[in-house]
Nanobody, 116 residues
Framework: QVQLAESGGGLAQAGGSLSVSCAASGRTFTNFAMGWFRQAPGKEREFVAAVRWSGGVKYYKDSVKGRFTISRDKAKNTVEMQMTTLKPEDTAVYYC?????????WGKGTLVTVSS
């Protein structure tokens, strides 16, 4: 059974930094991508960033480019996202997602709160 274990997040002031991590386990993954989505109160879940496991191509939501950095550790099957210059509008529950050719798997989410 695939499991995605998220950690990190928490509370930061505007302009501050936080990081979130996600570890995948449960099976051998091939030809997949891992990344982060977020959902703010009253809003739909939205894409934030992702990285292709093979080749390491990265994708970002326009509003986080230059502020968020996603990275992967292939040996540990983990993905980390460093978030800097945080803004109150970054406040949301951040969800890890792993996508392979058959389906997408989701983590339970970790809360990021940015105070103004």
């Amino acid at each position: 059974q695939v499991q995605l274990a998220e950690s990190g997040g928490g509370l930061a002031q505007a302009g501050g930094s936080l990081s979130v991590s996600c570890a995948a386990s449960g099976r051998t993954f091939t030809n997949f991508a891992m990344g982060w989505f977020r959902q703010a109160p009253g809003k739909e879940r939205e894409f934030v960033a992702a990285v292709r496991w093979s080749g390491g191509v990265k994708y970002y939501k326009d509003s986080v480019k230059g502020r968020f950095t996603i990275s992967r550790d292939k040996a540990k099957n983990t993905v980390e996202m460093q978030m800097t210059t945080l803004k109150p509008e970054d406040t949301a529950v951040y969800y890890c997602r792993l996508t392979d050719p058959s389906r997408a798997y989701w983590g339970k989410g970790t809360l990021v709160t940015v105070s103004s």
